[in-house]
């Protein structure tokens, strides 16, 4: 089965800019999806096909994907943005990344 | 905004069966994917299965010798069995708008605790 392989966590300073990537063979030829997640609550869509925000995502959420790793942005980093984050693509079933704690310390 | 809420009980013997359903808001129901995911605690998400809008299934290969999801369109409810649970099947239990290839899941339920215990 297909594997998604994430740091387990990120660090950023408040202002700065987070990377947070997601490995996978040949990834660049899936549509990524990333979820934010924060304690005790249901994930939320922040950016879906690669690169495209749902409403109400802030633009400070971006994302690409080329080659064997797609990497979510988060620009201008604040403490609100602190959650784990997941890539998930699909590849004969939904399969998700284990998941980056991003910390904005 | 469609809301989707999960239902079914919080507590399940080893070898029985889990039974859940996701109640959808409003009328869209009958023009998106579906999908069941489950999150075991500090662990990430893993998906169960999907219904799709014609009505078919498709579910997780590590769980599908285990998994039924059904549909009751007049109720607007969506449901899923796991059959022979044990203990590894504890998790919070999550219905979400989605699961098709090239969008991903938008919308999601607040998400119900399942326990399997004796």
């Known amino acids: 089965s297909f594997e998604l392989t994430q740091p387990l966590s990120v660090s950023v300073a408040p202002g700065q800019t987070a990377r947070v990537t997601c490995g996978g063979d040949n990834i660049g030829t899936k549509n990524v999806h990333w979820y934010q997640q924060k304690p005790g609550q249901a994930p939320v869509l922040v950016i879906y096909?690669?690169?495209n925000r749902p409403s109400g995502i802030p633009d400070r959420f971006s994302g690409s994907n080329s080659g064997d790793t797609a990497t979510l942005t988060i620009s201008r980093a604040q403490a609100e943005d602190e959650a784990d984050y997941f890539c998930?693509?699909?590849?004969?079933?939904?399969?998700f990344g284990g998941g980056t704690k991003l910390t904005v310390l | 905004q469609v809301q989707l809420q999960e239902s079914g009980p919080g507590l399940v013997k080893p070898s029985e069966t889990l039974s859940l359903t996701c109640t959808v808001s409003d009328d869209s129901f009958s023009f998106y994917y579906w999908s069941w995911i489950r999150q075991p605690a500090g662990k990430g998400p893993e998906w169960i299965g999907r219904?799709?809008?014609?009505?078919?299934?498709d579910y997780n290969p590590s769980l599908k010798s285990r998994v039924t999801m059904s549909v009751d369109t007049s109720k607007k409810q969506i449901s899923v069995r796991l059959s022979s649970v044990t203990a590894a099947d504890t998790a919070v239990y999550y219905c979400?708008?989605?699961?098709?290839?090239?969008?991903?899941?938008?919308?999601w339920g607040q998400g119900t605790t399942v326990t399997v215990s004796s």
């Open positions: 979400a708008r989605g699961g098709g290839v090239t969008n991903g899941m938008d919308v």
């Open positions: 096909r690669d690169n």
């Open positions: 998930q693509v699909w590849d004969s079933c939904v399969v």
């Open positions: 219904l799709l809008p014609s009505g078919s299934t």
